[in-house]
């Protein structure tokens, strides 16, 4: 099962089954591991604005 997180400004969903290229993080990556720097490909949210 996928660890999902939406990002409230601008609805960009993370997936860790896809991870996230832009960001360097591999498929697999779980939400507990992505770096507290991470910001929203998308709009450029922080971290914390995800839900």
């Known amino acids: 099962m ?3 997180k939406r990002c409230s400004i601008c609805g ?3 997936d ?3 991870g996230e ?3 360097n993080l591999a ?3 779980l939400w507990d ?7 929203c490909p998308l709009c450029g949210a922080k971290r ?3 839900k």
Not at 33 to 39: A, G, I, N, Q, Y
């Open 33 to 39: 591991d992505v770096p507290e720097d991470f910001k």
């Open 27 to 29: 498929p697999g990556t």
């Open 2 to 4: 996928a660890d999902q």
């Open 16 to 18: 860790s089954d896809k």
């Open 48 to 50: 914390t604005l995800f």
């Open 21 to 23: 290229e832009k960001a």
């Open 12 to 14: 960009y969903t993370y």
